[in-house]
């Protein structure tokens, strides 16, 4: 007997704690479910199962061997479904959510790759500022930044991005450059919150680290309204670098506190699919973590 098959009836006696009953739902008989747990038992060289007269239980090694089983048997049957699924046309709807300039820089071009290798699928892409529920908005993958809370979603790790401190020329050749992030507290801190009553800046790393407790100068609906702000001179912005690398290249913006540069945070793909999920999903995750572990994003 095949140790795939022996799995199969000890984890299914274990459903029910019956032999009977795994015989009546595997449609084999009474003698054939025993010789499958006796040959498993023998095969361990352990007893995985405790008979009694009326009942059976399980022993410690049963029930250490029956999670090790479980896990077994349900990767094989994803692993078939992916194997059956790989032949099948790439098509359906597939939803999925991003921080608005990340979505707009990263995830956008990702999509157009997408649609192209794979014409007859469809996308939706709602990029916003703020944790999205996948499950109960109906998404199929997010990209988050920053550390992750404990979920039952499946996280893959894509990169890191630092955050970089920015204000116009202007700005600084008006109010002084802060040398210090102490110093920030007599200076204009522009807030991508609207509602922020208080900024939390970190600086450093997470073996030195600094945190800076300010009051918004202004607060702004998302990143991009808050660094045509600080392109006009209103204030300090302290964002994601990836966000202002454009800004900082061109000379429109002025890094500042670049000695107190704070630590990376990783990115993450987040979704619901198991390993050998559909297709639709696979292929989209496989395409967007290649492009975005190729960009330079922590720098």
């Known amino acids: 007997m095949d140790d795939i098959h022996l799995m199969t009836v000890f984890v299914t006696v274990c459903d029910g704690l019956s032999f009977a009953g795994a015989a009546r739902t595997l449609d084999l008989s009474a003698a054939a479910v025993t010789r499958a747990i006796q040959t498993l038992e023998r095969r361990r060289g352990v007893a995985l199962l405790v ?26 049957a994803e692993a078939e479904a992916g194997a059956s699924d790989a032949n099948v046309v790439t098509r359906g709807h597939l939803r999925v959510t991003a921080p608005v300039v990340f979505g707009r820089l990263f995830v956008v071009p990702g999509i157009a790759d997408y649609l192209r290798r794979y014409p007859e699928m469809t996308v939706s892409a709602t990029f916003v500022d703020r944790t999205v529920n996948l499950i109960d908005e109906g998404f199929d993958l997010a990209i988050r930044i920053g550390q992750l809370p404990d979920s039952g979603m499946k996280a893959l790790k894509v990169g890191e991005v630092g955050r970089t401190a920015c ?22 801190t522009l807030a991508i919150d609207v509602s922020a009553q208080q900024l939390v800046w970190k600086f450093g790393s997470r073996q030195s680290s600094m945190t800076v407790k300010l009051k918004p100068g202004c607060g702004f609906t998302g990143s991009d309204a808050a660094i045509a702000a600080a392109e006009l001179g209103l204030g300090i912005v302290y964002l994601p670098t990836y966000q202002l690398k454009e800004k900082m290249a061109s000379g ?20 619901r699919e198991t390993r050998f999920g559909s297709s639709r999903v696979r292929h989209f995750i496989e395409l967007l973590a290649e492009r975005l572990r190729a960009e330079r994003l922590s720098g």
């Open 51 to 76: 008979r009694h007269t009326r009942r059976v239980t399980l022993s410690e090694a049963g029930r250490r061997y029956l999670e090790d089983a479980r896990t077994i048997l349900r990767l094989i």
């Open 167 to 188: 204000a116009s020329a202007d700005y600084l050749s008006r109010h002084g450059v802060p040398r210090h992030p102490t110093d920030l507290h007599q200076h204009r």
């Open 252 to 271: 429109a913006l002025t890094p500042v506190l670049t000695a107190f540069a704070s630590d990376t945070v990783p990115i993450h793909l987040l979704h």
